[in-house]
């Protein structure tokens, strides 16, 4: 409990530390320690701005995907036009094309009905003539006759 | 207790006692078997543990944060250097909370008090007997000394050469960023017209003169008389080790309760004897007072 030289031990282990404390320790860890503030906060600034980016790339895209699903529609929307006309289309082929068949039908019909019916008319005829020749129990001269039947055949 | 056959008074006395080395009356050199051989020596004596312990202390702060300083770098950091610029980071606040002006020197100042003054409060937390004990037994092994005249007081701010040390350096770097910033004149100014008019200067000076010498003493007696306080206690807990069973639990109970009270008190006188410190080179370091 004496003061003595250990006062100016002291004093001078003292003044030893503060300069090496102030020479060798104190700058180089401020410097690190300013240095990683800054990176700190230039890390953060990046990734702010990269955040607005990727906000800017979604709102792109979005509207990508909207252009796209517009002409989609679009596009179907086409298609099934294009596709009504097409089935309009045949259709009205169809029907042309059967009335078509239908008409040819027809008019060979009518002729195999005209065709038959002028057979139909001569058989007729020879056989009214063959009837004829029979009540009448005598030969008819066919050649004599055949205007007669002729025009007979043509009353028919 | 140290020994078997001493008394109370003895044990404290012995834990008191600082391990001085110097010039005994008789003019031989060597190491003080009792307190009054220690006040013989009068001035140019050393109290080796003080010293020793203390300067350890520096040098071992001072490794753990050069080796920081040499690898510090802005990338991620290691938990050591975690861990020391969380204090750095503490010591800057503080400094920039409390200094106004522009000195390099005083944050360099603040860590190496604040950093310091812990480490040799803390000495105050290693077990009481166990540094005197082994001291008696190198002391009387290596060098044929009595183990009872071994005296080794291993926390070195319950020294006030220690504390008286540091507050004188303080004191003069006060007085000389004073005189450096506000002038010779200036300095004196402020001590001499200073509170009351000019033709009072005599009184001022006193009154003056009177708060500039309590700042080194108020400092290093503050941090002396917490620390000497706080180790008598352990002191007084310790011998209730000797008295018995039940008693020496009891101690015991009250040593842990202490220790914790202390480790604050620890903290707390070394951040005081910082905030201090910055404060008064602060006024220092004012143009207007």
Same mark, same amino acid.
């Given at each position: 409990?004496?003061?003595?030289?250990?006062?100016?031990?002291?004093?001078?282990?003292?003044?030893?530390?503060?300069?090496?404390?102030?020479?060798?320790?104190?700058?180089?860890?401020?410097?690190?320690?300013?240095?990683?503030?800054?990176?700190?906060?230039?890390?953060?600034? &990046?990734? #702010?701005?990269?955040?607005?980016?990727?906000?800017? /790339?979604? @709102? *792109?895209?979005? $509207?990508?995907?909207? +252009? &796209?699903? #517009?002409?989609?529609?679009?596009?179907?929307?086409? /298609?099934? @036009? *294009?596709?009504? $006309?097409?089935?309009? +289309?045949?259709?009205?082929?169809?029907?042309?094309?059967?009335?078509?068949?239908?008409?040819?039908?027809?008019?060979?019909?009518?002729?195999?009905?005209?065709?038959?019916?002028?057979?139909?008319?001569?058989?007729?005829?020879?056989?009214?003539?063959?009837?004829?020749?029979?009540?009448?129990?005598?030969?008819?001269?066919?050649?004599?006759?055949?205007?007669?039947?002729?025009?007979?055949?043509?009353?028919? | 207790?140290?020994?078997?056959?001493?008394?109370?008074?003895?044990?404290?006395?012995?834990?008191?006692?600082?391990?001085?080395?110097?010039?005994?009356?008789?003019?031989?050199?060597?190491?003080?078997?009792?307190?009054?051989?220690?006040?013989?020596?009068?001035?140019?004596?050393?109290?080796?543990?003080?010293?020793?312990?203390?300067?350890?202390?520096?040098?071992?702060?001072?490794?753990?944060?050069?080796?920081?300083?040499?690898?510090?770098?802005?990338?991620?950091?290691?938990?050591?250097?975690?861990?020391?610029?969380?204090?750095?980071?503490?010591?800057?606040?503080?400094v920039r909370g409390s200094f106004s002006g522009r000195n390099p020197l005083v944050a360099?100042?603040?860590?190496?008090?604040?950093?310091?003054?812990?480490?040799?409060?803390?000495?105050?937390?290693?077990?009481?007997?166990?540094?005197?004990?082994?001291?008696?037994?190198?002391?009387?092994?290596?060098?044929?000394?009595?183990?009872?005249?071994?005296?080794?007081?291993?926390?070195?701010?319950?020294?006030?050469?220690?504390?008286?040390?540091?507050?004188?350096?303080?004191?003069?770097?006060?007085?000389?960023?004073?005189?450096?910033?506000?002038?010779?004149?200036?300095?004196?100014?402020?001590?001499?017209?200073?509170?009351?008019?000019?033709?009072?200067?005599?009184?001022?000076?006193?009154?003056?003169?009177?708060?500039?010498?309590?700042?080194?003493?108020?400092?290093?007696?503050?941090?002396?008389?917490?620390?000497?306080?706080?180790?008598?206690?352990?002191?007084?807990?310790?011998?209730?080790?000797?008295?018995?069973?039940?008693?020496?639990?009891?101690?015991?109970?009250?040593?842990?309760?202490?220790?914790?009270?202390?480790?604050?008190?620890?903290?707390?006188?070394?951040?005081?004897?910082?905030?201090?410190?910055?404060?008064y080179l602060d006024m220092a370091h004012q143009e207007?007072?």
């Amino acid at each position: 409990m004496n003061i003595n030289a250990t006062l100016i031990g002291q004093a001078i282990a003292f003044l030893l530390f503060i300069g090496f404390c102030m020479k060798y320790v104190w700058p180089p860890i401020m410097q690190a320690l300013d240095e990683r503030k800054k990176k700190i906060a230039d890390g953060l600034a &990046a990734a #702010e701005r990269g955040r607005h980016e990727q906000e800017l /790339a979604e @709102k *792109r895209a979005q $509207q990508v995907i909207h +252009e &796209a699903k #517009e002409q989609a529609n679009e596009i179907v929307a086409q /298609a099934t @036009k *294009r596709g009504n $006309q097409i089935v309009d +289309e045949s259709k009205d082929n169809a029907r042309v094309e059967g009335e078509r068949i239908l008409t040819a039908a027809k008019a060979e019909i009518d002729q195999e009905a005209n065709r038959a019916r002028d057979e139909l008319k001569l058989q007729v005829g020879s056989i009214a003539l063959a009837g004829a020749s029979k009540i009448v129990g005598r030969e008819i001269d066919e050649k004599a006759h055949t205007d007669l039947l002729d025009e007979l055949v043509s009353q028919i | 207790m140290a020994s078997e056959q001493i008394t109370s008074s003895e044990y404290i006395k012995h834990h008191l006692q600082n391990l001085t080395y110097g010039q005994h009356p008789d003019g031989t050199w060597g190491f003080a078997h009792n307190a009054q051989e220690a006040s013989d020596m009068g001035f140019w004596a050393i109290n080796v543990d003080t010293i020793g312990v203390s300067v350890l202390l520096g040098v071992l702060m001072m490794w753990f944060f050069r080796g920081v300083a040499k690898k510090a770098n802005a990338g991620i950091p290691t938990a050591t250097q975690n861990f020391a610029e969380w204090i750095i980071e503490f010591i800057d606040t503080s400094v920039r909370g409390s200094f106004s002006g522009r000195n390099p020197l005083v944050a360099p100042l603040a860590l190496t008090i604040f950093v310091w003054i812990f480490l040799m409060n803390l000495m105050d937390l290693i077990a009481i007997d166990l540094v005197p004990q082994l001291a008696g037994f190198v002391g009387s092994t290596a060098f044929g000394a009595d183990p009872h005249h071994v005296f080794f007081k291993v926390v070195p701010s319950t020294d006030p050469n220690a504390t008286f040390g540091m507050a004188f350096v303080v004191f003069a770097m006060v007085i000389y960023y004073s005189i450096k910033v506000k002038g010779l004149g200036g300095f004196f100014g402020e001590l001499a017209f200073h509170p009351f008019p000019k033709w009072m200067f005599p009184i001022n000076l006193f009154l003056e003169g009177v708060t500039l010498i309590s700042k080194p003493i108020s400092l290093s007696l503050r941090l002396f008389g917490n620390m000497y306080a706080g180790e008598m206690i352990f002191i007084l807990i310790a011998i209730m080790y000797g008295a018995g069973l039940l008693l020496g639990s009891f101690g015991g109970v009250l040593q842990i309760g202490w220790a914790i009270f202390h480790i604050l008190i620890i903290t707390l006188q070394a951040f005081i004897f910082m905030t201090l410190t910055i404060v008064y080179l602060d006024m220092a370091h004012q143009e207007n007072h």
